[in-house]
């Protein structure tokens, strides 16, 4: 078993790829002048509570995926000097959660490296999540939670060895099921299974694709806090007001993006 130090160490080297492309639509009544990932949480945008977190854990290197209003992005996390390193990747038209990431393939260093929702928040043990995915030589690795409610979420069923055998976005059944919580470890050789210059999805496209293919669940304890309604976005607010001694905020620098 790798040392928590060693597994922090390798960590350092692993690219964050941040998903945050979307039009949040469902979300527009309430945030309607910035993409939703730049929505305020405690007087900061949710990305930064995500890269907070993130930071937390030794990761520095960040790949924004920038679609919808993109230039709200690029202006934040702009030329600044610092000890982190953000990189830009736009797409000029929309390209789905998975295309999003073969977009940014030209600019993912390491491997394996991480995925993650712009819009929602899971305090994953990521040195944990590493090592699991390491130890189990995955091809795709991904955080679940237990839920009640499967319908804003894809319900992720696992065998004995937490392999993933089946994955159905958004579908309604009764009883507590896994969830997807958003937050990933893939092989670099998993862009290979994704179409360049085409809208293809994680959820409805890869995921279905490459169960019982070298994927796994790593199931967490925390609870999945997503910001993709205004009723949604309002209890994120709450659970990071009385989470500030957990999740304090850190004045990172931003070191310059590249476009």
Partial sequence: ????????????????????????????????????????????????VLIDYFCGFGLRRFVLCAGYMSEVIQDYYGPKAGHLEFIISCEHTLLGTAGSVKNAQKFIQSDPFLVANGDSFCSVDLSEFYNFHSSRQALLSMAVVESEDTTDGGRVTLDSLQRIISFEEKEQKKGTSYINAGIYLFRK???????????????????PRLTNQGSYAFVSREELIDIGTPQQYERAKEYFAAATEILPVRDFNKNEAKI
């Fill in 1 to 48: 078993m790798q040392t928590r130090n060693l597994i922090k160490d390798k960590l350092k080297e692993v690219d964050v790829v941040v998903l945050c492309g979307g039009m949040g639509s469902r979300l527009a009544p309430v945030v309607n002048d910035r993409p939703k990932p730049m929505a305020e949480i405690n007087h900061q945008p949710f990305l930064d």
């Fill in 189 to 207: 050789h998993i862009l290979s299974f994704i179409p360049a210059n085409t809208k293809y999805s994680l959820e409805y496209d890869l995921f």
